[in-house]
C-alpha cells in the first residue's frame, strides 16, 4: 500500500514539474491579464504588430510597475505566441 501511495506521489510530483517546466511565457501574464484585459485583446486594440512595439507599450504603461520582474525576453517570448513580427 506505501508504495502505492510512493508511486502516486512521484507521478503527481513529476507532471506538476513538466507543468511548470512547460508553462507559456502568456500563462505568466494572463493571471492579471484575463477577460477584457487579455493581451491579445489589448494588442488588437492598440494595433500592436510588431514586438518591439509591445515591448515599448508595456513600458509606456502607466502600470509598468507590475511588470518590473518580467525581462525583454519574456515580452518577445510573449509576442512570439501573439503571432507578433
Ligand atoms: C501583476 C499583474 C500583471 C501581470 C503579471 C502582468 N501585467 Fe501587464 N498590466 C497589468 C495592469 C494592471 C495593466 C494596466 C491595464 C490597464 O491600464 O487597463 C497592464 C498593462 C499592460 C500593457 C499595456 C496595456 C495598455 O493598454 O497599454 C501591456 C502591453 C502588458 N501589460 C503586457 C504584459 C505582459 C507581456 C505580461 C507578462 C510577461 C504582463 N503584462 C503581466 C498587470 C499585469
Redesign the pocket.
Given at each position: 500500500m506505501k508504495r502505492i501511495i510512493a508511486i502516486v506521489l512521484a507521478i503527481v510530483f513529476v507532471l506538476g514539474l513538466t507543468s511548470l517546466t512547460f508553462a507559456s511565457?502568456l500563462e505568466?501574464?494572463n493571471?492579471?491579464?484575463k477577460d477584457a484585459?487579455s493581451?491579445d485583446k489589448?494588442v488588437a486594440a492598440?494595433k500592436i504588430e510588431t514586438a518591439d512595439a509591445?515591448i515599448k507599450?508595456?513600458k509606456a504603461?502607466?502600470?509598468a510597475e507590475?511588470?518590473k520582474k518580467?525581462t525583454d525576453d519574456?515580452?518577445k517570448a510573449?509576442a512570439k505566441e501573439l503571432k507578433l513580427k
Amino acid at each position: 500500500m506505501k508504495r502505492i501511495i510512493a508511486i502516486v506521489l512521484a507521478i503527481v510530483f513529476v507532471l506538476g514539474l513538466t507543468s511548470l517546466t512547460f508553462a507559456s511565457a502568456l500563462e505568466k501574464c494572463n493571471k492579471c491579464h484575463k477577460d477584457a484585459k487579455s493581451l491579445d485583446k489589448v494588442v488588437a486594440a492598440k494595433k500592436i504588430e510588431t514586438a518591439d512595439a509591445f515591448i515599448k507599450a508595456v513600458k509606456a504603461s502607466p502600470k509598468a510597475e507590475l511588470h518590473k520582474k518580467f525581462t525583454d525576453d519574456d515580452y518577445k517570448a510573449v509576442a512570439k505566441e501573439l503571432k507578433l513580427k
